[in-house]
């Protein structure tokens, strides 16, 4: 089976910086996505790390260490925009095909 | 225009009944996915549906039946509806398995 685990809340204000973090277990293991959900919409592509390493798109930056099975989605300026759940998946190779399996999510909350 | 499209977007019913809910998806994808959201944001894969071969959630009861007409869409229909399957209904698609994968608006299903 497999397992993410990913902070349920994390409170920061406007222009700072955070640091979401999802450790998981699983095999079959060939990538760590993020997906951002605003309250009532659906979630939304944010980044993909198939490789060690950071990847860097605007504001956002993704962090991936396979050795570790843990990466990371930074968020630098935050805006009140940036206030909604945030959710590492993690992709997995196995009998019944390639699929992205969820973390629990972690819902941020910007103050101004 | 919308690339994945989902009807209805709410969809309230008593227990027993049986409903479908459409999705539809204009972005060429070759693999679609069905996902349930609980109340508490967990999202969790139903099925993915790849070039006509359809991979299974084993966990879903057997009351859930994707049907797929051709490649761009995926319909879900359930059986016998229960308390417990009251969730926001997700589909999505990707180019490939373990693509970006773009979600549809949801549907909030109610059981009564």
């Known amino acids: 089976g497999q397992s993410l685990e990913q902070p349920s809340e994390v409170t920061a204000v406007e222009g700072a910086i955070v640091q979401i973090n999802c450790t998981y277990q699983?095999?079959?293991?060939?990538?760590l996505s993020w997906y951002q959900q605003h309250d009532g919409g659906a979630p939304t592509f944010l980044s993909y790390n198939g490789l060690d390493g950071l990847e860097e798109t605007g504001r956002f930056s993704s962090f991936l260490s396979r050795s570790d099975s843990y990466g990371y989605l930074l968020l630098q300026e935050l805006q009140m925009k940036d206030s909604a759940s945030y959710f590492c998946?993690?992709?997995?190779?196995?009998?019944?095909?390639?699929?992205?399996?969820f973390g629990g999510g972690t819902r941020l909350m910007v103050k101004p | 225009d919308t690339a994945v499209s989902q009807t209805p977007k709410y969809l309230v019913t008593q227990m027993g009944n049986d409903k479908s809910i459409k999705c539809e998806q204009n972005?060429?994808?070759?693999?679609t996915y069905w996902y349930k959201q609980d109340s508490k944001k967990f999202l969790k894969i139903m099925f993915s549906y790849n070039n006509k071969e359809l991979i299974i959630n084993e966990t879903v009861p057997n009351r859930f039946s994707p049907k797929s007409p051709d490649k761009a869409h995926l319909n879900l229909h359930i059986n016998s509806l229960e308390l417990g399957d009251s969730a926001v209904y997700f589909c999505a698609s990707s180019q490939g398995i373990g693509g970006e994968q773009f979600f549809g608006p949801g549907t909030r299903l109610t059981v009564l």
């Open positions: 998946a993690v992709g997995e190779s196995n009998n019944a095909g390639n699929m992205l399996t």
């Open positions: 699983t095999s079959g293991f060939y990538g």
């Open positions: 972005l060429g994808h070759d693999t």
